[in-house]
């Protein structure tokens, strides 16, 4: 992980947002991931969600746990508050802190590893929870951090790039969502920023858990058992000097295309997805009919993005548990822990 900060000079004529802040206020630190990751695209899609939202940075609170993916918080806006968890825990240090104080802005990054397998428990109560949150989840479909085994979200018959196809069944974590009952579900594509940006700035002004499954195109090679080229079989075979790792400059993967086509595009690895943007007539308030469709959808080999559902008006966590309209975190020691005596009265009224 990074912690060199990018340049401070800015041309005297960028834009300024209502704070007076410029888009580059909202940056971070040098990204280290591998060049053409999705990743740092959706950076760059949520700096520019942040500036157009007008978020003030120490009210930004971003938390992640353990990945590729998780490093994303360290490159953008660098005087937010921040919290590395460890993996698959983001979900319950969101929860903690959102109970303590529900006036900071939210937002956690995973990936589907972080997310689909150790973490999928804690994802599931956050969501039950309605926890009041943006939480954005770079799908790549592989643990890149770790050389790129299969993570829970990739499909039957996806090949690694030593033709080593996947036989277990994904975990679609959009169908897990709407399952679940999140109250904003969302798919998009890092390359395609124009449709990105406005969900991520839909996403934190929802009242609630808002969930986002980003497309998120891992550019590294995979290290699998089996190949003579893996980290495995050349230490058994040749004596090195010094470990060293190498990874090929990639383009960034971008596309453009209008509400209710289909778009192929072409990963690095010469596989293709098929991306449908739903179309204007979609209805994104009806569950059981967004489930359906989304099957349809998938049938077809197709990959639907936009919003997929929006459920207005319900409860958060704060609405279920009756807290205090005063954040915790302002609330006084002496009244938040009054003493044995009012503990002791409290518990006379379970026994």
């Known amino acids: 992980m990074s912690y060199i900060t990018k340049p401070v000079a800015r041309h005297p004529r960028m834009p300024v947002n209502a704070l007076g802040l410029t888009a580059r206020d909202y940056e971070g630190s040098m990204s280290t991931l591998c060049a053409g990751c999705g990743h740092d695209s959706v950076t760059a899609a949520l700096i520019q969600a942040f500036f157009e939202l007008d978020v003030e940075p120490h009210r930004l609170a971003k938390l992640s746990g353990i990945g590729c993916s998780s490093k994303t918080p360290t490159y953008f806006v660098r005087d937010a508050h921040g919290f590395n968890s460890v993996h698959g825990r983001m979900p319950s240090i969101a929860a903690g802190a959102n109970a303590a104080n529900k006036d900071l802005l939210y937002v956690g990054i995973s990936g589907d590893g972080d997310s689909l397998s150790i973490g999928l428990g804690q994802l599931c109560h956050a969501i039950r929870r309605n926890v009041n949150m943006l939480y954005v989840m770079e799908n790549n479909g592989v643990y890149g951090l770790t050389k790129g085994q299969f993570s829970a979200s990739a499909d039957i018959g996806s090949t690694s790039k030593g033709g080593v196809a996947n036989r277990q069944g994904p975990i679609n974590p959009v169908d897990l969502a709407l399952s679940l009952g999140a109250t904003f579900v969302a798919r998009s594509f890092s390359g395609d920023k124009g449709q990105l940006v406005p969900i991520l700035k839909a996403g934190m002004s929802h009242s609630g858990f808002a969930f986002i499954d980003v497309i998120s195109p891992c550019v ?94 319900g409860e958060d966590m704060h609405g279920f548990e009756n807290t205090v309209d005063t954040p915790l975190v302002k609330v006084p020691y002496e009244t938040l822990c009054p003493g044995s005596g009012a503990l002791s009265d409290l518990q006379k009224e379970w026994r």
């Open 220 to 313: 590294t090679f995979n290290d699998h058992k089996g190949s003579t080229k893996s980290y495995a079989h050349t230490r058994e075979h040749m004596h090195e000097v010094i470990e060293t790792d190498f990874v090929p400059l990639r383009a960034e993967i971008k596309t453009a295309y209008a509400e209710g086509s289909v778009k192929a595009v072409t990963m690095h690895d010469g596989s293709v997805v098929r991306l449908r943007k739903v179309d204007d007539k979609y209805n994104a308030s009806d569950r059981g009919a967004v489930l359906e469709y989304l099957t349809e959808v998938r049938g077809r080999g197709e990959i639907a993005t936009g919003l997929l559902y929006l459920e207005e008006g």
